[in-house]
């Protein structure tokens, strides 16, 4: 998988780039911004990036880039983010029926819970391992 990007800021050895193509959401257009916005804590839909390439090439504000990512890393990065909660889930829901905690409220709440803490472990296993990527210059484009 491969998109085409652009370098943002540059410092202290990392380059931030944001991805010129729009989210097959549509929600950037409608409202300027990354639908996904609030997974990502806060941040606008950018990545940051070590600001040389493989080819030892220092990225520089305003470059075009184009970022691969492996389809080996996009299948890790989606279990990442989606079996942890699920997972949760589905045991705090299993450790509400099994113990009786208050009928069937008690399940929905275990399984609520187990959720919200299948949740916070996806996001800090993702953020601690973000999936690898390949940055490599456009020559001759900039902003």
Do not use: H, N
């Amino acid at each position: 998988m491969e998109t085409r990007a652009r370098v943002l800021t540059v410092r202290d050895g990392r380059a931030r780039i944001a991805c010129d193509d729009r989210a097959a959401c549509g929600a950037c257009g409608r409202s300027g911004r990354c639908a996904f916005k609030w997974f990502s804590g806060g941040a606008d839909a950018t990545l940051e990036v070590p600001a040389r390439t493989r080819a030892e090439v220092l990225l520089v504000p305003g470059q075009a880039v184009t970022i691969a990512v492996g389809d080996g890393e996009v299948l890790r990065a989606a279990a990442t983010v989606y079996l942890p909660p699920l997972t949760g889930l589905l045991l705090g829901a299993a450790a509400g029926s099994a113990l009786g905690v208050a009928g069937e409220a008690g399940t929905l709440l275990m399984a609520a819970v187990g959720g919200l803490a299948g949740w916070g472990v996806a996001r800090t296993w993702s953020r601690r391992r973000p999936p690898s990527v390949s940055i490599e210059a456009i020559d001759g484009e900039t902003a």
